[in-house]
């Protein structure tokens, strides 16, 4: 009963946010276009973006002024779950969207103390105002890791940022603070999921169960390629939560000589089918063949969500997701790649 109460509104409301979500045509006329002022036209004209982009109608359409209005849009389908959501659930899904403000915050970091580019950080930082007392604003004035404390200062990140404040200080490098924020966000996920009711914590489970273990493949496999480091000191950067990937399996990928070796592995177990395509191919990009993946298992938990947080969890990846698709498609316009070169690198075309 009180799956029931909880979740009639909020999952007919989700239901009719997804019946507005784009459709296979829509993609096909995207892919057919050539500038991002068509991208622009055709949804605005077109799609459930529509209103989201009145404002912009008339105007000379930059990529990145799309971009930020697209994810505008996603904040507000967020704040209508967190609206209606309270309880276990509802802390639940303010956690998972820690996500976000952790890639404004690599972002930050990158722009600030690496690329000196403030023009494209005031562009771009959207997340990390949401619902946690930081001023966007106040985040372009940051010049140093110094400032950076100071900012965070009051929020869940600043004791990670000031874990590796000395080791930044040493050598510029970004890939520990970056996989410790990440760490540290699944630990709050997993602490959160533990409260909710029996139901919603399965669904939890497969979902960011399935996206861990991808997650660790892929911080493995990124490891290996990109960083000399031992096994055990890569097993100190994956995630210490297992699903479907066995620990030893985990432990065995982290010990071949070359990334490659690492689809060879992956035959014996669950996750096979799902890099098939990088075995036979291996210039396919990692992070979107996963993506695939869990959106596939999004698609299969709206269908199967019924008073329960199915529903919500499918929404949330489907649309984020899709935002990135359309993304993806506007940065393919504009460097003038194909529609067939473009269509390599769209999620929800993997499998």
């Given at each position: 009963m009180l799956g029931i109460v909880q979740y009639s509104g909020i999952n007919a409301r989700v239901k009719a946010l997804l019946g507005k979500t784009l459709e296979e045509e829509d993609y096909r006329n995207l892919l057919a276009l050539d500038s991002v002022q068509d991208i622009f036209d055709y949804l605005y004209e077109n799609t459930y973006y529509h209103q989201s982009l009145a404002d912009l109608a008339g105007k000379e359409m930059h990529r990145r002024e799309l971009e930020r209005t697209l994810k505008k849009k996603f904040i507000d389908d967020y704040e209508i779950i967190f609206h209606y959501l309270s309880g276990p659930a509802g802390k639940f899904l303010r956690g998972l969207f820690d996500k976000f403000k952790i890639d404004d915050l690599k972002m930050l970091l990158r722009t600030i103390l690496i690329e000196h580019d403030l023009d494209y950080l005031k562009e771009n930082l959207l997340y990390l105002g949401v619902h946690n007392g930081i001023n966007i604003d106040e985040l372009t004035a940051i010049r140093d890791y110094s400032d950076l404390l100071s900012a965070f200062k009051n929020t869940i990140f600043h004791d990670t940022l000031e874990r590796f404040e000395d080791r930044y200080q040493d050598n510029k490098n970004l890939f520990p603070v970056e996989m410790t924020l990440d760490f540290q966000y699944f630990l709050?996920?997993?602490?959160?999921?533990?409260?909710?009711?029996?139901?919603?914590?399965?669904?939890?489970?497969?979902?960011?169960?399935?996206?861990v273990d991808l997650l660790n493949i892929n911080w493995v496999y990124r490891i290996k390629r990109f960083y000399d480091l031992s096994s055990e000191e890569i097993l100190n950067y994956t995630l210490p939560f297992?699903?479907?990937?066995?620990?030893?399996?985990?432990?065995?990928?982290?010990?071949?000589?070359?990334?490659?070796?690492?689809?060879?592995?992956?035959?014996?177990?669950?996750?096979?089918?799902?890099?098939?395509?990088?075995?036979?191919?291996?210039?396919?990009?990692?992070?979107?063949?996963?993506?695939s993946y869990l959106l596939k298992k999004a698609r299969r938990w709206v269908v199967k969500g019924n008073f329960n947080i199915g529903t919500i969890m499918g929404f949330l990846f489907i649309k984020e997701y899709e935002i990135r698709d359309i993304i993806t498609i506007v940065e393919g316009v504009r460097y003038s790649l194909s529609a067939d070169e473009i269509h390599d690198y769209i999620i929800r075309y993997w499998i």
């Open positions: 709050r996920l997993k602490k959160l999921a533990d409260k909710l009711n029996k139901k919603d914590f399965q669904i939890v489970k497969d979902l960011l169960g399935t996206q297992h699903y479907r990937l066995k620990e030893e399996d985990l432990r065995s990928l982290a010990r071949v000589d070359d990334a490659d070796e690492i689809f060879d592995l992956l035959s014996g177990t669950t996750y096979d089918k799902v890099f098939t395509a990088l075995k036979r191919d291996r210039s396919i990009v990692f992070e979107k063949y996963f993506l």
